[in-house]
Structure formats: C-alpha cells, structure tokens
C-alpha cells in the first residue's frame, strides 16, 4: 500500500461546542486516498473535564457532508501536557469524492478549549 500523501490538514484553537471544519481547499485532497492514517496532537487543554472528538466526513458533491467514520470519540485531554493520539479510518466502502474532518471539544461547563494540529496520511488501495 502506497502513501500518495502526508499533509498537515488542520491547526487551530477549538472552543466548546463550536465544532471546527478543515479547509474546503483540502477536501478533494481527501478524497484521493482510500486509506488514512491520522495523527492529532493537542496542547493547551483547559476547562472541566475536556474532551476531543474528531470525524472524518465524507460528500460525493463537496456541499453535503455525512460521517464516514468517528477517530476520536470523545477523548479527554490531560491539560497538563501535550498528547498524540493516533487513529485510521476503518471504513470498508469506497472513499467519496470529498472529505473533511468535523473537530468538536466538550466540556462540562463551557470554559474548555485545546490547540489542535492533525497530520493525515493517505494510501492507494
């Protein structure tokens, strides 16, 4: 299985229920690949008790986007030190044309953010 690619695709400060989208310049990038590999890396974390949850979403038309696959599923954070964390997309049907991830922090008050990188690496069939 050959890598076609490895791209920084999303690096930003996420707020509490604001959910967060990947550049829409990346998302036919996204769908070049049948394979992915993702790496998030967090720092910063704070609030009560945060949490990360991370999607990789798909879309034939690059408007309408569905869930392909949950990577992080609400993970907590450690605010004290930066953590990696590392998950691949498991679904078996056929990439669409267009992906993008959907990164949301919960917290349980609403005083939580992190600094989130994520790093993907795509792969031919």
Request: hydrophobic share 35%; proline share 2%; with cysteine.
């Given at each position: 299985?050959?890598?076609?690619?490895?791209?920084?695709?999303?690096e930003g400060f996420v707020h509490e229920a604001t959910p967060q989208y990947t550049?829409?310049?990346?998302?036919?990038?996204?769908?070049?690949a049948?394979?992915?590999?993702?790496?998030?890396?967090?720092?910063?974390a704070s609030g009560t008790q945060p949490s990360l949850t991370v999607a990789f979403e798909e879309s034939n038309d690059g408007v309408s986007f569905?869930?392909?696959?949950?990577?992080?599923?609400?993970?907590?954070?450690d605010s004290t030190k930066n953590e990696d964390f590392f998950a691949a997309d498991t679904a078996t049907t056929p990439m669409s044309r267009y992906g993008r991830l959907k990164v949301t922090l919960g917290?349980?008050?609403?005083?939580?953010g992190a600094h989130v990188f994520v790093i993907v690496t795509g792969h031919s069939d």
């Open positions: 299985m050959a890598a076609l690619f490895t791209q920084a695709i999303y550049d829409p310049r990346l998302s036919a990038l996204l769908g070049t049948e394979k992915f590999q993702f790496q998030v890396r967090t720092c910063q569905q869930t392909r696959t949950t990577l992080l599923s609400t993970q907590s954070l917290s349980q008050q609403s005083d939580g």
